[in-house]
């Protein structure tokens, strides 16, 4: 059972590069989530989209794009990596409907920039 | 404001001792409330969740929560702690007309001394 995987798992940057990380759910969700932890605050909401082609911003959006184009992918950009952007990115998915649906992690990508 | 907290950062007890870790939340209807875990380097998992009918529910690993309405509560517990236990916990609620997002409570961090 692969659920939602994340590639890649590590990467170090440097300050003005960009960077695309990747999602993959193979549950057939409609909702996907991106989120960053840093340390004492939890899990920040990014951006998140309910369904193929569409997009929202979440919480933190600021110096991150995404997309949606296929349902089973969620694809997160920097487009101009700042050290603000080190952090651990979790990507999630549920099923639409009621908030009782939990959501499903990822193992998370851990991102450094220098 | 919408929001979900866990007033403790870090919790040390020892191996077979009872737990319990606090979250409160605020919003003026009942939520849908869950408790994750993130073992080192890993995703959240989730432990288990509420959305109605009875106040105390069952997770996995021998966890339970109890949802207090009057106490605006949802603290999560274990009769008795294993050293597998230590991890960062989370509490989290999908509140009202955004019940598609979550919300999450800083963490604790659970430490078990042998």
């Known amino acids: 059972n692969a659920g939602v995987t994340q590639t890649p798992k590590f990467r170090v940057l440097k300050t003005g590069q960009s960077m695309t990380l990747l999602c993959a759910q193979d549950m057939n969700h409609e909702y996907m989530y991106w989120y960053r932890q840093d340390p004492g605050m939890g899990l920040r909401l990014i951006h998140y989209?309910?369904?193929?082609?569409?997009?929202a911003k979440g919480e933190v959006p600021d110096g991150y794009n995404v997309s949606r184009l296929k349902k089973q992918n969620f694809l997160l950009g920097l487009e101009s990596a700042a050290p603000s952007q080190t952090s651990v990115y979790f990507c999630?998915?549920?099923?639409?409907?009621?908030?009782?649906?939990?959501?499903?992690f990822g193992d998370g990508t851990r991102l450094s920039i220098l | 404001a919408q929001s979900v907290t866990q007033p403790d950062i870090h919790i040390t007890v020892s191996e077979g001792a009872s737990l319990e870790l606090r979250c409160n939340y605020s919003?003026?209807?009942?939520?849908?409330l869950f408790w994750y875990v993130q073992s080192p380097g890993q995703g959240l998992q989730l432990l288990l969740k509420?959305?109605?009918?009875?106040?105390l529910v069952q997770g996995i690993k021998g966890f339970e929560a109890e949802f207090k309405r009057s106490q605006s509560s949802f603290n999560l517990r274990k009769p008795s702690v294993h050293w597998s236990d230590a991890a960062e916990y989370f509490c989290?609620?999908?509140?009202?007309?955004?019940?598609?997002?979550?919300?999450f409570g800083s963490g604790t961090r659970l430490l078990v001394r042998p």
């Open positions: 919003y003026g209807a009942t939520p849908y």
């Open positions: 989290a609620g999908a509140l009202g007309d955004s019940s598609y997002k979550l919300i």
């Open positions: 989209s309910v369904g193929e082609g569409t997009t």
């Open positions: 509420y959305f109605s009918g009875d106040t």
């Open positions: 999630a998915s549920r099923t639409p409907g009621q908030g009782a649906q939990p959501q499903h």
